[in-house]
């Protein structure tokens, strides 16, 4: 008996670790999106979410993911209109893009509060390499951006 709690316990240890130890997801949506309060196109329509916007998936259903937005919200959205391309979402009131990951170096452009970029790479040393839909790139301090 006591053998067998001990093996339900370690079990449970080991389930609960690897549960901890998953990454977090994040996709972009595709194209202009009604987000539902439930996994059914007869749910509540809660609002459209734009092209490009990251979120973070929650959990996958069958055609359905519930996200979470950068503010929090969690709602759901059709699987089709995710896009496998990353992007992110500038969280800092104004943030300086850089030439390079480094705070001496110069800036390449500013952006504002809510602006996406493309994920150009994933973030080293505390910098994402990001690029905007002109063309203009460089590097952003993990902290000014949500969606990493």
């Known amino acids: 008996m ?16 690897g549960g901890a130890a998953q ?7 595709a194209e202009p999106a009604i987000l539902f309060d439930s996994p059914s196109v007869q749910g509540k329509r ?12 929650v959990v996958v259903l069958d055609k359905w993911v519930k996200v979470r937005d950068q503010g929090g919200a969690i709602t759901w959205i059709e699987s089709r209109q ?3 391309k990353r992007t992110v979402i500038v969280s800092a009131p104004r943030a300086t ?10 800036a390449a452009f500013e ?5 996406v970029l493309d994920l150009a790479a994933p973030p080293t ?5 990001v690029r905007h ?16």
């Open 46 to 57: 809660l609002f459209i979410i734009a092209p490009g916007t990251p979120v973070e998936v």
């Open 23 to 29: 990454a977090i997801e994040y996709r972009s949506v």
């Open 82 to 84: 995710l896009a496998d």
């Open 2 to 17: 006591r053998r067998t709690l001990r093996n339900a316990a370690l079990a449970c240890t080991l389930a609960l670790a």
């Open 111 to 115: 952006v504002a509060k809510d602006v």
């Open 97 to 106: 893009v850089r030439r390079s990951a480094d705070d001496n170096s110069p």
């Open 133 to 148: 839909r002109d063309g203009a790139s460089g590097f952003l301090r993990v902290t000014e951006v949500w969606g990493l």
């Open 125 to 129: 040393n505390g910098w994402v390499s």
